[in-house]
């Protein structure tokens, strides 16, 4: 690879960053006690925790912090997540992931499969929020909506856990050079001119 290609592009700055990981961090401990919460055998989970009692205060808390990560972000990241009509082309390809194409309509900052996964986040992440918010008093509400409470807090958690995977998968060993950008910041050039051409592009532009 040149030197050109090898240059490092500042893709987050530190504020992303920080956004990102909490909302992660976040959201992976209150799948994982909440699965200890729903099955027998991830009991071990609460155990650890100091018991079931001690492990629902910490749900709770970290749900709490869940749910401010996730207003933040939306507000931080809901602009460069807006679909655009090059998405549908982008989805109908299979954004190169599925099979070899070289008919890619080029991408601003995120893709069509990141912004999928962030409007998910948002909405079923707004669900749980609600949701958990009537199963923490369920008393005070009629029991139909307790009910569908817990089903509904139940589902959106299997939805975003499944995203959850896809995402860390793709961030990961599915998109080498990806997961520098929420740990360093920065990406190669070679990486941009891949995954996000127009954005560097315009960002060029305005340095020159």
């Not at 009692?53 to 709490?64: D, N, R």
């Not at 869940?66 to 954004?95: T, V």
Request: aromatic fraction near 16%.
């Amino acid at each position: 690879m040149s030197n050109h290609s090898a240059e490092m592009i500042k893709v987050t700055d530190g504020i992303e960053r920080i956004a990102h990981w909490i909302l992660a961090a976040t959201c992976l401990f209150c799948l994982l006690t909440g699965l200890g919460f729903m099955f027998h055998s991830w009991s071990g989970i609460p155990n650890m925790l100091g018991g079931y009692y001690a492990a629902l205060w910490m749900h709770i808390f970290s749900g709490l912090a869940f749910a401010a990560s996730l207003i933040y972000g939306f507000f931080m990241w809901k602009k460069d997540c807006a679909f655009e009509a090059d998405d549908a082309k982008w989805i109908l390809n299979g954004g190169g992931y599925l099979w070899p194409t070289t008919n890619l309509p080029p991408v601003y900052k995120y893709n069509a499969g990141q912004k999928a996964f962030f409007w998910c986040i948002v909405a079923f992440g707004a669900l749980i929020v609600l949701t958990g918010l009537v199963m923490w008093n369920a008393d005070s509400f009629a029991h139909v909506v307790a009910r569908w409470a817990f089903t509904l807090h139940a589902m959106s958690a299997m939805v975003i856990g499944s995203f959850f995977v896809v995402h860390f998968y793709l961030g990961t060993i599915g998109n080498p050079g990806t997961v520098s950008a929420m740990f360093t910041g920065k990406c190669s050039k070679a990486w941009c001119q891949t995954h996000c051409p127009r954005w560097l592009e315009e960002k060029e532009k305005k340095v020159a």
